[in-house]
């Protein structure tokens, strides 16, 4: 798949996620195979008012391009002005929130709220394709904003004529949250309505099944996944093999997952200091051990954690939960 001029290979893309796709994360998805990585959304009245927490932001680095940047906002001149900062900061395009419900993006008229009014988000998305025309811009919507009241379709034509290089579709109405099951045939009826962009699905991926399913029943040209990559960056590669070959490959080892954790901590020390790196791995780490035995110890005792060598004492007894409970008594 090519979007603008950028080949994204393979077309497994990982979601944006606010709090997780930071710099570690995307590096480590990269490295399992991500053809895409976005940042989490970045306000673009941040950026105008030259917020300093928010140019921490800007962390993409070679091994993650191509790298987009995703930004929101409601006003067209704000977006440009911020898209033109981070284009001038090396990220190699720049997506466009239209998906976010929370009421701090929605009711400064960012996000998905720019869904009820689509004159505005035209102009938001002329003005941003206009400000960075070396780069490609894309906009990643929602099925709607209140249920039944379907726009994408209609806003996806509009970004097209815009100069949008990509579409994606997370689908969902804004106002379902992530509750209910996203309807994927909105994704389908968005691909048949642009006809030279491509348009990225996204809703509900969990296995390369779902990923294959998805591409065959709407004809999306490439896949977006989010929770189900929270922890589990193997299933992007698993995501992609599957694609390519009918093959899937087994779950990682146990092994596998403190070793990735760990090489998540380091990064995340190494990005952020310890003292905000390790509060933030509390919550983090604790995605790489769905399913493994002892995984609620191993995520409690994340939540103590005062310092990387704390997370690499726990990392060094995943796998043994035995030992730290009762151990059995070796004359019985
Ligand atoms: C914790 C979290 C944070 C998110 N932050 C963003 C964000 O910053 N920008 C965005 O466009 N979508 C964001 N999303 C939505 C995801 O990108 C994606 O559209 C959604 O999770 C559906 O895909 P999934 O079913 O594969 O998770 C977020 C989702 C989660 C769970």
């Known amino acids: 798949m090519r979007i603008g001029n950028i080949d994204i290979w393979p077309n497994v893309i990982l979601a944006p996620m606010a709090g997780i796709t930071a710099h570690p ?20 009245h941040a950026i105008h008012y030259k917020n300093q927490k928010t ?13 987009f940047c ?39 008229g960012a996000g998905a709220a720019l869904l009820k009014d689509l004159c505005q988000a035209e102009k938001v998305v002329r003005a941003v394709v206009e400000a960075v025309p070396e ?10 904003w209140s249920q039944g009241d379907v726009t994408a379709i209609r806003f996806a034509k509009a970004a097209e004529e815009a100069g949008v290089k990509a579409v994606t579709v997370h689908a969902r109405f804004a106002s379902q949250g992530f509750t209910g099951t996203a309807d994927w045939s909105i994704i389908g009826e968005v691909k048949a309505a642009v006809s030279k962009i491509p348009v990225i ?68 020390v190494a990005q952020m200091g310890e003292h905000i790196g ?38 060094d007894g995943v796998g043994y939960p035995l030992l730290t409970t009762s151990p059995p008594c070796p004359l019985s």
């Open 201 to 268: 699905g996204n809703g509900d991926i969990e296995t390369p099944q779902d990923a294959r399913r998805m591409l065959d029943e709407t004809g999306c040209d490439a896949v977006m996944v989010g929770r189900a990559a929270m922890g589990n960056p193997w299933l992007l590669q698993r995501i992609a093999l599957y694609l390519e070959t009918g093959v899937d490959s087994p779950e990682p080892t146990v092994e596998e997952r403190v070793a990735v954790a760990r090489e998540h901590a380091r990064l995340q």
């Open 135 to 144: 780069v490609p811009v894309t906009v990643k919507v929602r099925t709607g």
């Open 55 to 67: 140019f921490g932001m800007f962390d993409w680095t070679d091994e993650e391009r191509p790298a």
């Open 25 to 44: 994360f995307r590096v480590i998805c990269k490295r399992h195979g991500a053809g895409l990585v976005v940042t989490e959304l970045i306000s673009s």
């Open 278 to 315: 390790v509060r933030e791995l509390r919550g983090l780490l604790g995605h790489y051990f769905k399913g493994v035995p002892g995984a609620p110890r191993i995520r409690e005792a994340l939540t103590k954690a005062n310092t990387l060598a704390d997370i690499e004492s726990i990392l």
């Open 70 to 108: 995703q930004l929101f906002g409601g006003d067209p001149a704000t977006m440009a002005e911020a898209a033109r900062v981070v284009v001038e900061q090396g990220c190699d395009g720049v997506d466009i929130n239209m998906g976010c419900w929370v009421p701090k993006v929605a009711k400064t």
